[in-house]
């Protein structure tokens, strides 16, 4: 059973906000919520990750609901250089699964 | 700062030989992880180790085998390769749950 659910795929356009959404219905209480980025023939790469509310840094923010059963990834002014695959990941072990995934391409 | 360092980065196989796929980070971590990503696919956990001594399945272990030589260093052996091990081979470790440092990654083709 996944613990997570996300688009397949989301299309933007530079200079726009894009949220990323992820379920994840079946949340333990002691998990986070963590977000990466994959450029092609590359690893995954770190972005936000937090429990609880809203969280941001330098290069997104990340909203929780109270329920935790969902959050948002956003990605404010989009380039180019943002078209990736973007991870969703909820646990608090150390057996870390990835989804499938979104992936973003975002258009001139 | 090197981070997390694989070797080889690419390999060319024939089907039954064997191979190690070789990991090391300089951070310091405590858990490491190997990962296999299929072209167009998600990441798929092999394998890995909370923590020096500890090495745990994951999602795909079938085929492989891993050493957690020290804190160090983690490698990923396949015994005897298939053409569906084909795939791109990333390590991984992390301090503490959920952020996971990703080395380049390792090409591997079994013919």
């Known amino acids: 059973l996944a613990k997570t659910t996300q688009p397949i795929s989301m299309d933007s356009y530079e200079g726009q906000e894009v949220n990323i959404t992820c379920s994840h219905n079946?949340?333990?209480?002691?998990?986070?919520i963590t977000w990466y980025q994959q450029f092609p023939s590359q690893g995954p790469r770190f972005i936000i990750q937090?429990?609880?509310t809203k969280v941001t840094n330098e290069v997104a923010s990340l909203f929780i609901p109270a329920d935790r059963k969902s959050s948002t990834l956003s990605l404010p002014r989009v380039s180019l250089s943002d078209t990736a695959v973007y991870y969703c990941?909820?646990?608090?072990?150390?057996?870390?699964?990835f989804g499938s995934g979104t992936r973003l391409l975002v258009r001139p | 700062n090197a981070g997390v360092t694989q070797t080889p980065k690419f390999q060319v196989l024939k089907t039954g030989q064997s191979m190690t796929l070789q990991c090391a980070q300089d951070?310091?971590?405590?858990?490491m992880y190997w990962y296999r990503q299929d072209p167009g696919m998600g990441l798929r956990l092999i394998y890995y180790?909370?923590?020096?001594?500890?090495?745990d399945k994951g999602e795909v272990p079938n085929g492989y085998n891993v050493s957690r030589l020290n804190k160090r260093e983690f490698s990923l052996r396949l015994e005897s390769a298939a053409p569906s091990q084909t795939s791109v081979y990333f390590c991984?470790?992390?301090?503490?749950?959920?952020?996971?440092?990703f080395g380049e990654g390792s090409r591997l083709t079994v013919l």
């Open positions: 079946n949340i333990a209480t002691n998990d986070y």
């Open positions: 990941l909820v646990d608090s072990s150390y057996k870390l699964i």
């Open positions: 180790s909370a923590s020096e001594g500890t090495t």
């Open positions: 951070m310091n971590h405590n858990s």
């Open positions: 937090g429990y609880k």
């Open positions: 991984a470790s992390s301090e503490t749950t959920g952020e996971l440092f």
